[in-house]
């Protein structure tokens, strides 16, 4: 394979194939100077789609609410995924689908005249964070300078570009010596974080703020594989006292997984390493990666 | 000029300038996926760029507080813009200046890490509300259904991209007849509206919003014109209420100049037609375009 063009990764833009490192979009794409955009991003995990069909309705539900109007429906776009990933030969793959509001046409700046366009690419698998990083737990840093975008601006159920609250969190969990950061609504409640979604283990249930917040496939997977291991899961509204008193804590991505936290805002929570319910969820969300209920292998050729 | 490839529009990308149609970033820079970026928009009117220096000092101030550290500066930047527009040949150009975080160039997702990334292009002069729809004066809508993105979650003085709110109230302004809309943030103060700042005349004083917007170039414009003229003027919140209530409402932009609004939410908005004050500042607006003090001329070849 050392001659596959596509090897670091391959793009599907203007319905060309593209090795990712010559893949780009039009600078004049409203999807780029007005963020107007929805997208989803699914993993390949030894060689098999996760949940490809949930990330795909997801996407699609995003595109309806934004009133795009596509020209390529979800079995293309199933089809354009698998290629790429195909095409790249990567086993283990970060696979993002991009739909965008598009460009002028027609010399208007009515967004309803707008060609929508669809983007998509495979690249090397991506962990917010790393493995060897996972095992020790992360440092996790309770913004303070930052609330997250309100839903009642911008609706964090359409997944979306809108990062700028979240890079400033990052930036401060920087500052503070932290590994990332999670944001506080208005009201002091906890939300997610840039990629994530998060859990806390108090009291004998699992809990993740109910709104407010993108609703994750791996949130989603932990709630269900919760379901099936007996262990008590609820959505609900909670504060930052929830997050720092927690047994346990971790944080949701389809690019990482379940990533145990082992300090909030420089206190150790739990005994300081992944605990019991983290541990146990993580092994059974990459067990799932390997079972047929959840997966679509990808036939390389 | 008939041969000449940049009559549509110059951009300058990765060094090289660019025909507007053929314009392209890369699909992994996090401009475009996470709208890390910020950006200016100078007019060139009649030749001449308007207040240039002013929009490279805010655009210089954003990607300060955004903790950029590009490799180009000021001096640079202006040598590009005008090499753009003279390419063009364009006598009346919008031309966009973007700095964006840039690309992971080290396997790394930490945004310190990241090589910035400076775009521009000039293209044809654009106007949020065209000449002739400027007579009439437009309808706008007071947006329900969106509340603009609050300065605790992304700052609107650092120009961004963040447009999804904006786009939600453009949505609804269409929807309820309107011709575009102006949102409030929670508490229902009223903002600004998708690339514009708003402005009342409401009992002897022109208003405009203190906070919670983008400090533009053309809302300062308008400031400094309304002292020059002895009209009493001030920075100040306001609700509904005095937009409906207001014996002048106009909207500014450097896309459109000072744009007179003759309905609010269907209502009719003083005698229905372009103000005493509108015209007054719209008039000396434009006069100023040919201003030494204001402009800077392009020396076309």
Known sequence: MADNLFADGCAFIDEEYIPIAEARIPILDTGFLRSDVTYDVVAVWNGKFFRLEDHLNRLEKGWNRLRMKPNVGKEEIREIL????????LRNAYVEMIMSRGIDEHGSRDPRRFSNKFYAYAIPYIWIVKPEDQEPGIHLVIAEKAIRIPATAVDPTIKNFHWGDLTRGLYEAYDRGGYTAVLPDSDGHITEGPGFNVFVYHEGTLITPASGVLEGITRRTVLELAETLGIPAE??????????EADEVFITSTAGGIMPVAKINGKTIGTGKPGKITTLIRKRYWEAHDENQWTTPVEYT
């Open 82 to 89: 698998f290629e790429c990933v195909r095409r790249s030969g």
């Open 235 to 244: 959505l609900s509204e909670f504060g930052a006292d929830v997050l720092k």
